[in-house]
């Protein structure tokens, strides 16, 4: 299986600030057949099932706004938030979808400090 | 809108079996695959399953393999999961999720999962 590590496991940023999360894969989701990297991102809120925010690492879903970017290639991604609102503070994961079973990382907290 | 509408929370003793349902709406269900997603533990993630309505390919992690069946009923647009020999490490949130791909599980094939059903909770404990 294809494990993803998502670091930190939890951070506290100020409303305002930039909020950084990685994720790092055992084997590269890359494939060189279409040149995409097969990542998604998802979003869970207390209480909610989680949301997408982006598939192929950094393709946005639509009404994700545009503070939210995904970034990287092969065996290393990165999700970065902007100007975080109280809105962004939630859980993150990171879901590689290269090869079944698809995995996902173990979650990161980002709080409002 | 596209939505998931899936089945009441379940609480079940060791040992027994349980059957969720997923029925989605807001799209042609065949268009899409539906795959299974647990969270156990309170956060971690689990995909367990995926099958398409297209054509009735099914791909299951291995982990889940011989007790998991995923079906799908063409006549009510509806995905069905059936898991057995429930043990309370089974206990959690149960997604039907509607997957990105409807044609096979191989690799290149693209599996997102979205949207996300509400959940329901399996209870496993005696």
């Known amino acids: 299986d294809i494990v993803m590590t998502q670091s930190p496991d939890s951070l506290a940023v100020s409303l305002g600030e930039t909020a950084t999360i990685y994720c790092k894969s055992s084997q590269s989701v890359f494939f060189t057949s279409n040149s995409m990297n097969y990542l998604a991102w998802y979003q869970q809120k207390p209480g909610q099932p989680p949301r997408l925010l982006f598939h192929?690492?950094?393709t946005r879903e639509s009404e994700v706004p545009d503070r939210f970017t995904g970034s990287g290639s092969a065996t290393d991604f990165t999700l970065t938030i902007t100007n975080l609102q109280a809105d962004d503070a939630a859980f993150y994961y990171c879901?590689?979808?290269?090869?079944?079973?698809?995995?996902f990382g173990q979650g990161t907290k980002l709080e409002l400090k | 809108q596209v939505q998931l509408l899936q089945s009441q929370d379940e609480v079940k003793n060791p040992g027994a079996s349980v059957r969720l349902s997923c029925e989605p709406s807001g799209y042609a269900f065949s268009v899409y695959g539906i795959s299974w997603v647990r969270q156990v533990r309170g956060q971690v993630l689990e995909w367990m399953g995926w099958?398409?309505?297209?054509?009735?390919?099914?791909a299951y992690a291995p982990k889940f393999q011989n007790r998991l069946s995923l079906t799908t009923d063409m006549s009510t647009d509806t995905a069905h999961m059936d898991l057995k020999s429930l043990q309370s490490d089974d206990t959690g949130i149960y997604y039907c999720?509607?997957?990105?791909?409807?044609?096979?599980?191989?690799?290149?094939?693209?599996?997102?999962?979205?949207?996300w059903g509400p959940g329901a909770l399996i209870t496993v404990s005696s």
């Open positions: 099958i398409s309505p297209r054509n009735g390919r099914t």
């Open positions: 999720v509607r997957d990105r791909t409807n044609y096979d599980a191989s690799v290149g094939d693209p599996h997102w999962f979205d949207p």
């Open positions: 879901q590689q979808y290269f090869d079944s079973p698809y995995t």
């Open positions: 192929w690492a950094s």
